[in-house]
């Protein structure tokens, strides 16, 4: 393998309550990506994707028949790890004992001879399905990296936090959040793709923040029902620390308009 070889990957919510529309399909193709990490996605939306010539697997087609979810209630959508171009990927699989098991998907992917773990997940919202299993998803992904043993991406809807701060100290958490599994230290060692960014260019860094004086330092979720709006950063890209990004974009307003209610968010990788 090259040590300059570049992917571009990204992680998007698709809104899983209509059928993939296409101008999302012509967003995702804008970005060039090569992995998909996606979430909210049904059946009939991966069909289409399948179409436009991804290829991989959901956390749907990967439950037993008949499974059932909070409230004995059937899933209608499910995290997907697809890829095209030069991503190969080896079967998906279910993270083991996540308390939603279609709200994560991982596969073995590998590029130019360079095997890594491939994540798309979503953190189920607390205020839906409680702390306990909030943290219970972050816990087995966790589980799941270590046990996987290979440099990882992780492409999540984390449904948090409440409030983003410039200081990461100062950032408020939703109560049934799991803040340790997105601490720079935590222990399934992947950093956030949007403060590598920052850190090797401190002028974007500088510019987001006169944008966003008190925060989120990106925007990829508006909660509308707020008065006024209150903007956040939900969806992120985390990476081992064999990763650089040499791009990092969160496109909002053009996911928003393509028909989804959350930000795509795309990186392109350097793995060094």
């Given at each position: 393998m090259e040590a300059d070889v570049e992917f571009t990957v990204v992680s998007w919510n698709l809104d899983g309550w209509h059928t993939i ?124 990296v270590q046990a996987a043993g290979l440099p990882t991406v992780i492409g999540m809807d984390r449904n948090g936090p409440r409030t983003e ?88 307003d053009e996911s928003i308009e393509a028909g989804s209610d959350h930000g795509l968010v795309e990186a392109t990788l350097t793995v060094v």
């Amino acid at each position: 393998m090259e040590a300059d070889v570049e992917f571009t990957v990204v992680s998007w919510n698709l809104d899983g309550w209509h059928t993939i529309h296409d101008e999302q399909l012509a967003l995702l193709d804008s970005t060039g990506a090569d992995l998909a990490l996606l979430q909210e996605v049904t059946p009939a939306s991966l069909r289409l994707l399948r179409e436009a010539g991804w290829t991989g697997e959901s956390a749907l087609e990967l439950v037993a028949d008949g499974h059932t979810e909070r409230g004995g209630r059937s899933p209608r959508f499910a995290c997907a790890v697809l890829a095209r171009g030069p991503i190969t990927l080896g079967p998906a699989s279910l993270v083991v004992d996540a308390p939603s098991l279609v709200r994560a998907c991982a596969a073995e992917a590998q590029f130019d001879g360079f095997r890594f773990l491939a994540i798309s997940a979503a953190l189920p919202p607390g205020s839906m399905w409680g702390r306990a299993a909030k943290v219970g998803q972050a816990d087995a992904l966790t589980r799941a990296v270590q046990a996987a043993g290979l440099p990882t991406v992780i492409g999540m809807d984390r449904n948090g936090p409440r409030t983003e701060a410039w200081d990461a100290s100062e950032t408020g958490w939703w109560p049934e959040d799991p803040p340790g599994f997105f601490a720079a230290d935590a222990e399934r060692g992947c950093r956030d793709v949007l403060d590598l960014w920052f850190q090797n260019n401190p002028a974007a860094a500088d510019a987001a923040r006169r944008a966003r004086l008190n925060g989120p330092r990106e925007v990829s979720y508006l909660e509308r029902r707020a008065t006024p709006p209150i903007p956040r950063r939900y969806d992120v890209i985390l990476v081992s620390d064999v990763f650089q990004p040499t791009q990092v974009r969160y496109r909002y307003d053009e996911s928003i308009e393509a028909g989804s209610d959350h930000g795509l968010v795309e990186a392109t990788l350097t793995v060094v």
